[in-house]
């Protein structure tokens, strides 16, 4: 155990308590740190974590400037819906191969992702894509983690008929599959907007929260402190919100990413098949299910749509790992 | 137990039903099937709406409609299944059957190659924790985690099959092939076999020098377009799967196992030339007929042979016999290969559909048929699906590796091979059996896109269909299907945990 794991132990065993006067006589410099400065240390020196944080918030800062986002204008010419005369058969003008290496250098040229058979510039498509696609994920991520954190924390608090009730109905919801529901959903709302789609999609998407945060409260309700939060007359919903949950927050947190990221993955699957975004607003799924039979003759239109795709659910997946090791240090120690 | 089974039983019936008002209701008010009718300008559209409400029950309120769906749903509970007409009028069920078995064809194959290599995989790199191959098999992990199964598909569709079928046309391997497939074979070598600077050094330099070897035999011999299973490779190869059935099940200490196994192996060989005039044109029944005596006779040989080791041996020697098996068929699947090649035009991996219209051949070349067929579509879900099974098993085996058990095992003075087979492994399997009981529901769903990419007409295409419609009777046929899936599973999962785990009997 290195210094920084016993003081890592013992912050966990007194909180933000003072250092202890033995570890000081035997001559250790010791940093007494709460709980919180521990998950932010360990995730900050998640070195996987933090470089796909830095990629994800760079892709969220070029989707939403470079367009622009709710009537305010962006710092690109183009504009996502604009058709214009196609260029050299529409192809990307972005060019990273350096001269020395027989490239054409650095360029960004006037298209660099290309445009489509429409002329429509296709980094501004790509980007609108984008910007809807992560709007959507995030909403969802937002209302499925409301919603599953509200039920798991009723059914695992009260037990009882109350747990009956909302565990049997997230059964009958798992029970549908999720791309079925959210199809069906989508059939029905799709067409109102990319926003209500998202609410919609996140109506569905919270039983598996649902279920993690209530085994939680399973087991910290007979906690000491919930206990003596109750004999000293706290009502249910304090010790809910202000005794339990803040308990939980780290499960939730990661269950929360791992909703961001599926929810992305569900868009574009929905938007593929027709019963998402519909145009004349797009989404990276809708994209790729546009443009893939061009991609024998005019591969651009495929690969970029559907590289925004992996890079965001790749990095949401991987914030979502490092955030589990920083909340769960256990993890990480097991030595096989 | 059995009151723990029926009381599932009777929750999980309720819940289902529960889950077919929840669909049906919103499937019934998504919209409205007559819309674009009720615009249209056509002459005959009078009888078109009224076809169209006598198909649906469209007259009847959402409410009622859904008592009397159920009613004929419920007859399939003693014999009498009726799930309603599709908007053209043709029963659902009908339909259903034949977009389930090509289906289950799917997702099944796919399930079971998903697990044994997921599971595998896992259980390595829990094993070989922190090294190369497990941070690298970690990325991969997550990169086919966050993989949208369409963008993948279309890639494969150019790379894997139209790139690999004009290849197939004049198949020379060129060598930069060659030395990146050896480099990869040995430095992947080199981490499952871990250990000293040396032994992983040696490991590189086999794997790779074998494969190397391996394929410029294949491309000098041009094996490729006349490919087939010689007695050379065949007795190789029934060898090989002999020491590591041994190696799995026993270790090489109990020597008698070896030679059950090896026994075993020469038996398959003879059967290689015994069985030829045989299976010249088989029915599929014969096959599996074969396959059954080909178990019975390699557990006899186990079992007659095994001595102290009897139980090891006979499922070692059945593990062989089902390889030389296996063999035998691939043997005689890639003898057909080029009259198959030939009649459909050298599409050999096809990017579109479950069989090739109107084909007709023998045995062999429909199978290959079929296999060519699926072959794109299992390595979809395969990919997407083992990366979860990875994750899995690899968090499970580690967190059982380090359990005092195991300690205890090795303080006995276990051979690791038995610390690792018998005592974690087994104890790693518990929780993956959930995993994939569960997970068998979500991947029939998850099929919709996988089909939809490649035009196979099952349950998926039957639903996405059915919801364009917007057409209840027919999304709610798919549904019972895979909602009853999921409850089975489920219900599957919850008692085999219980079997395996006498823990969790008691709650």
New interface residues.
Partial sequence: MSTEEKAAAAGEGSGAGPVEASTAAQGLNIVARTQGQLVRRRFFRHRGAMISLTILVLVILLAYTSIGFAGIPGWWIWNYSTPGKVINRGAPTLSVWPTFLGGDGFAIGLHPFGQDDLGRDYFALTMRGAQISILIAFVVGIVGTLIGAIIGAMAGFYRGWVESVLM??T???????????A???G??FGGAGPLVLAIVIGLVLWTALARLIRGEFLSLREKEFVEAARALGAKPTRIIFRHILPNTVGVITVAATLLI?SAI?LE??LS????GVRAPDTSL?LL??SY?NA??TRPWL?WWP?LF??TI??TV??IG?GLRDAFDPR?NR??? | MAPFIIRRLFVSFFVLLGATFIVYVLVASAGDPRAALFESTDPGKANKIAALTRNLSLDVPIIPRYFAWLGGALGCLIGKCDLGNTATGAPVSGGLAVAMGSTLRLVVFALVIAIVLGVSIGMITALRQYSGLDYSVTFLAFLFFSLPVFWIAVLMKQFLAIKFNDWLKAPSIPPWFIVLAAAVTGLLAAGIVGGERKRRLAAFGGAALGVALLLIYFSITDWFAEPGIGPVLMILMSVITAVAATALFAGFRSRIVLYATLVTAVVGFVCYFALDSILADPTALLIVGLLVVALVVSAGIGAAMGGLYRSQAIKACMLTGFGCGGLIFASHLLAALPAYSAKVNGVVIATIGATTPNFSGNFWETTLDQLGHLILPTIAIVLISIASYTRYTRSSMLEVMNADYIRTARAKGLTERTVIVRHGFRNALIPITTIVALDIGGLIGGAIITETVFGWSGMGRFFNDALKIPDPNAVMGFFLVTGTAIVVFNMIADITYGFLDPRIRLS
């Fill in positions: 049997r109905f059964d009958v919801m798992i029970t549908i599959p999720i791309l079925v529901i199809a069906v959903l059939q029905k990221a993955l574009t699957a593929y098949l027709g019963f799924g790729v299910s893939q991609f024998a495929f559907g795709i992996i659910a790749l997946n991987f790992d993890q097991v030595r096989a």
